[in-house]
T-cell receptor, first 112, second 115 residues
Framework: KQEVTQIPAALSVPEGENLVLNCSFT??????LQWFRQDPGKGLTSLLL?????REQTSGRLNASLDKSSGRSTLYIAASQPGDSATYLC???????????FGEGTQLTVNP | KAGVTQTPRYLIKTRGQQVTLSCSPI?????VSWYQQTPGQGLQFLFE???????NKGNFPGRFSGRQFSNSRSEMNVSTLELGDSALYLC??????????????FGPGTRLTVL
């Protein structure tokens, strides 16, 4: 059974800092991995999708990497801003179907 | 292009009642998945519908059911509500082609409170 773990559970940083969020998964047989952002009480916003054959994806200040063999992904946020404050979730899509298995998330606070 | 829409946004029900939630996917998307989000359990997969057929199912009791219509809109039904069913219910839509590029897009969710 796939298990996804995110470290740290919470992170508080000053504005302008570069930061890394970590995601690990137990079964490397995945189709892709998605990073999402969730604001309090809201739905999920897709940030980046990395296919299993890819090593990284970039969108603006965000860069996500994937090491499928070791079961790890990282989300790098450059020059953090207060508007980046949210919970960040990673999810893997398994080859056995379309379901996503989510981690518990990292709650990020960027202080002005 | 309109995003995923869910109705209603908020619901308050009492134990024993039943409830129906609705999800309209992004135009052209044929797959709709449902998730339950609670503080204790996080995001858990309920089921997925593709072309009006249930394609995948999570570990939830039979009180949770769903269906999909020919226009890809989906409904989820919960019967005999329990206090533990209080949660944010999220639906996600995608092309559903099972490929590596199949990206999931989520709606704003329906907040269900069971009293």
């Amino acid at each position: 059974k796939q298990e996804v773990t995110q470290i740290p559970a919470a992170l508080s940083v000053p504005e302008g800092e570069n930061l890394v969020l970590n995601c690990s998964f137990t079964d490397s047989a995945i189709y892709n991995l998605q990073w999402f952002r969730q604001d309090p009480g809201k739905g999920l916003t897709s940030l980046l999708l990395i296919q299993s054959s890819q090593r990284e994806q970039t969108s603006g200040r965000l860069n996500a990497s994937l090491d499928k063999s070791s079961g790890r992904s990282t989300l790098y946020i450059a020059a953090s801003q207060p508007g980046d404050s949210a919970t960040y979730l990673c999810a893997v899509k398994e080859t056995s179907g379309s379901r996503l298995t989510f981690g518990e998330g990292t709650q990020l606070t960027v202080n002005p | 292009k309109a995003g995923v829409t869910q109705t209603p946004r908020y619901l308050i029900k009492t134990r024993g009642q039943q409830v129906t939630l609705s999800c309209s996917p992004i135009s052209g998307h044929r797959s709709v998945s449902w998730y339950q989000q609670t503080p204790g359990q996080g995001l858990q997969f309920l089921f997925e519908y593709f072309s009006e057929t249930q394609r995948n199912k999570g570990n939830f009791p039979g009180r949770f059911s769903g269906r999909q219509f020919s226009n890809s809109r989906s409904e989820m039904n919960v019967s005999t509500l329990e206090l533990g069913d209080s949660a944010l219910y999220l639906c996600a839509s995608s092309l559903g082609d099972r490929g590596h590029k199949d990206e999931q897009f989520f709606g704003p969710g329906t907040r269900l409170t069971v009293l």
